[in-house]
């Protein structure tokens, strides 16, 4: 079982930065995927960026240029970090982990608000 715990969110003005982190517990093996997801109020949950185990990213057309995603392997944990940001980024930010073992197990953190506003 993998357990997901984020950190790092609040308020901040617009054009300011955040860095989330999210801590996996127990095994996540060597091949996985972990990466963060955003829902604002009224919204369906969307991707906003993803890294793999072989260090390859994606991420969404709206962040590109402003967000990062990374990994620190030792510590079982990635960060999102946010720059330049919007009031649209306004949202919880859901941690994500799909590990692929026999078959793929997805797993949620409970998410951490991110607000942006002056």
């Known amino acids: 079982q993998v357990q997901l715990v984020e950190s790092g969110g609040g308020l901040v003005q617009p054009g300011g930065s955040l860095r989330l982190s999210c801590a996996a517990s127990?095994?996540?093996?060597?091949?996985?995927?972990m990466g963060w997801y955003s829902q604002a109020p009224g919204k369906q949950r969307a991707l906003v960026a993803v890294?793999?185990?072989?260090?390859?990213?994606n991420y969404a057309d709206s962040v590109k240029g402003r967000f990062t995603i990374s990994r620190d392997n030792g510590k079982n944990t990635v960060y999102l970090q946010m720059n330049s940001l919007k009031p649209e980024d306004t949202a919880v930010y859901y941690c994500?982990?799909?590990?692929?073992?026999?078959?793929?197990?997805?797993?949620w953190g409970l998410g951490t608000q991110v607000t942006v506003s002056s």
């Open positions: 890294i793999t185990s072989g260090g390859s990213t």
């Open positions: 127990g095994s996540i093996g060597s091949s996985y995927r």
């Open positions: 994500n982990a799909d590990i692929f073992n026999l078959s793929m197990q997805r797993y």
